[in-house]
């Protein structure tokens, strides 16, 4: 098993600066999820951690030993690739006992080892077929295969289950969180996927433009979001943003919006008067209300009933805000409504530096 | 769907137009092979006398027999094939190794070798005999079979490298890089994963120069004289003496000639097809 360290590593391509001083530590048996938008260097983290990408500054260890020029077949590292890379003048079979026979395993142990992944995977009846035979989703989980029938010191997931459908995906996520508690083996996971950012992540990391933003657990990223785009990023439905300045009154502030309301504000340290703030706020923490104090002017523009939830679209002045709630709410598209929101649950971003205000919640 | 709509008088229309295109198209393509065939097979007594006819109204081999038996013919064949052969499969494994290298590696000078290669597809062949008979004649490789390979090989090593790489640019990377992941070195990768799926275009490749080398006449004519060392176009040239020329031996050999070439495309076709890397990666 392994623990991987990741130092100050860079990327380059010529001229172009693709990750900038990436610095991670990741634990033995930890399961990291690597979020972020499309081109913002994750596969190329993951290729360099993998040994198919030359680090072009910086450090990546296995267990303490940098292993920047290590070749990819001595890092004893198993990888699921973005666009499954099967091999195809081979059947399933063989596609998934490569690695395998490659190491000289014996026979008996190949048969058990395919059998028992083919079962997890459902791939049983497909054995025999080449990956031209088989649809986007059985291609998907064959690369899933090659991967997890190795007993290697680290897994790369580059999106390994974009392509299913949702049922599938619910049932490939909790296999492979038991696999992963059951071999307890160091995992790094792309993906696109909310959900199973959140759901199988022992620590999530954010990535923007080659950057890291911020790495913590899946509640500290949600509940304490680094800078705007990791609120904006992380959440679904996104979270509502307001523009607008902080301004003293009394003991403490409230946001003047840049679309003439008064917003109160939390507690927080680094709050000045006259400094442009944004102010993040989740669907859940807004709710439609009686004309009160606090509340906001609003109105309806889309209601979107999910089942077991809606979603409610107003229109504050010019700023769109999104309202989750678990009601069926009794409202007509375009009429006015007030909206108010759970103060202690707003976030706070400098406007200047979009970095998170602390506050004291 | 449109298609299957089409009325049927459409699609009887449809069908008549395109293998009508398609008959013009074997009947100019094959014509002259016919004619080759049909010399071939006519006695020569009848050859002038007949006047022009699809068929002769009488047939005979020994055309095919006097050049099998009495000509140099069988020696010419053989060398055709040695130098064909050897060019086809040194020009290959060498245009294979460049391509691989071309598609998948970055290095400080490929531009240029790239380039370089590129002008030597320039000049017309004409031009570069009489240096190259100058280059040949102190080492010795005038008047033999391995001057021809050596200038064959050099001449087709250009195009058959970027026919290769084309192939190999064809063949997605993560591939190998899966089987390096897997536990493969590059060459273990390059043998087990890359060359299993790149046959098609080394028959294409071996295909091309074969036959490029099999009917190449220029060099051949100029660089050999002495005849263990004639290839069989060459040879054909024998049959064109000052006074006459013998057309039926001629055509005949130019027949035989075809089948060391169709031999070839028939062992290499089953790997013409293409779509070997269906299904390998997404999209
Ligand atoms: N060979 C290359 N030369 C130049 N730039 C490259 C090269 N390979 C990748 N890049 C750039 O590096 C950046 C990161 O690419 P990468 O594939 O890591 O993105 P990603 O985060 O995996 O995106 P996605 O979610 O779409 O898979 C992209 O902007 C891409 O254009
Ligand atoms: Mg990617």
Not at chain 1, 155 to 167: G, H, Q, V
Not at chain 1, 265 to 286: A, F, N, Q, T, W
Not at chain 1, 288 to 296: D, M, N, T, Y
Not at chain 2, 57 to 82: C, G, K, L, R, Y
Request: proline share 5%; hydrophobic share 45%; glycine share 8%.
């Amino acid at each position: 098993m392994a623990s991987i360290q990741i130092t100050e590593a860079t990327k380059s391509y010529g001229n172009t600066a693709v990750l900038h001083g990436i610095d991670l530590n990741i634990q033995d048996g930890e399961f990291i999820v690597l979020v972020g938008p499309s081109g913002c260097g994750k596969s190329t983290l993951l290729r360099m951690i993998a040994g198919l990408e030359e680090v072009t500054s910086g450090s990546i260890s296995i267990n303490e030993r940098i292993i920047n020029d290590l070749p990819p077949r001595d890092r004893d590292i198993a990888m699921v690739f973005q666009s499954y890379a099967l091999y195809p003048h081979m059947s399933v079979e063989e596609n998934i006992s490569y690695a395998m026979t490659l190491r000289k395993s014996p026979k008996e142990k190949i048969a058990s080892a395919v059998n028992g992944v083919s079962s997890i995977l459902g791939l049983n009846g497909l054995l025999e077929r080449r990956p031209k035979a088989l649809s986007g989703g059985q291609r998907q989980r064959v690369a899933m295969g090659r991967a997890i029938v190795r007993d290697p010191q680290a897994f790369l997931f580059d999106e390994p289950l974009s392509n299913l459908d949702a049922r599938l995906r619910e049932q490939m996520r909790s296999e492979i969180r038991k696999l992963h508690r059951k071999l307890n083996a160091t995992s790094i996971y792309v993906t696109h996927d909310q959900i199973e950012a959140m759901t199988m992540a022992d620590r999530i990391v954010a990535m923007h433009d080659g950057y890291i933003q911020q790495v913590g657990t899946p509640l500290e990223i949600y509940d304490k979001p680094a800078n705007v785009f990791v609120a904006s990023f992380i959440g679904s439905p996104a979270m509502n943003f307001i523009k607008g300045t902080a301004s003293a009154s009394g003991d403490g502030y409230h946001l003047q919006t840049d679309q003439g309301h008064q917003i109160i504000l939390p507690e927080s340290s680094g709050l000045k008067d006259r400094m442009d703030v944004i102010l993040g706020v989740r669907p859940e923490h807004l709710m439609i209300v009686e004309e009160g104090p606090a509340s906001l002017p609003a109105t309806v523009d889309l209601i979107e009933p999910m089942g077991l939830s809606t979603l409610v679209h107003v229109r504050v002045g010019q700023d769109s805000l999104k309202i989750f709630t678990l009601d069926r709410p009794d409202i007509a598209e375009g009429t006015q409504v007030h909206v108010s929101y759970i103060k202690e649950k707003l976030h706070m971003f400098d406007a200047r530096t979009e970095m998170r205000l602390e506050s004291p919640v | 769907m449109a298609y299957y709509a089409k009325s049927k008088g459409q699609r009887v229309v449809d069908w008549s137009v395109h293998y009508g295109l398609l008959a013009c198209y074997l009947f100019f393509a094959l014509f002259p092979l016919f004619w080759l065939f049909k010399v071939a097979v006519t006695p020569t007594k009848l050859l002038y006398s007949e006047g022009i006819r699809m068929w002769p109204s009488e047939m005979t081999w020994t055309n095919f027999t006097q050049v099998m038996t009495d000509t140099d013919f069988p020696q010419f064949f053989i060398n055709s094939a040695i130098v064909s052969g050897s060019t086809a499969f040194i020009s290959t494994l060498i245009a294979a190794a460049a391509g691989y290298s071309f598609s998948r590696f970055h290095y400080r000078g490929k531009a240029v070798i790239i380039v370089l290669m590129l002008i030597t597809q320039m000049f017309p062949l004409v031009m570069l005999i009489a240096p190259i008979f100058r280059i040949l004649t102190p080492l010795g490789l005038t008047d033999s079979l391995l001057g021809l390979v050596v200038v064959y090989t050099a001449f087709n090593v250009p195009f058959a490298t970027f026919l290769m790489q084309s192939f190999f640019d064809g063949i997605p990377k993560d591939l190998e890089e899966a089987a390096m992941i897997d536990g493969n070195t590059r060459f273990g990768a390059l043998v087990k994963i890359i060359f299993p799926l790149t046959l098609p275009g080394i028959a294409a490749t071996l295909g091309f120069v074969f036959t490029a080398a099999w009917s190449e006449l220029l060099f051949a004519l100029m660089l050999v004289s002495s005849p263990d060392a004639v290839t069989f176009p060459v040879g054909l040239l024998t049959f064109v003496s000052k006074f006459s020329v013998d057309f039926g031996q001629m055509m005949a050999a130019g027949f035989l000639a075809l089948i060391p070439a169709a031999i070839f495309f028939f062992l290499i076709q089953r790997y013409l097809v293409q779509g070997l890397t269906a299904g390998a990666v997404k999209g």
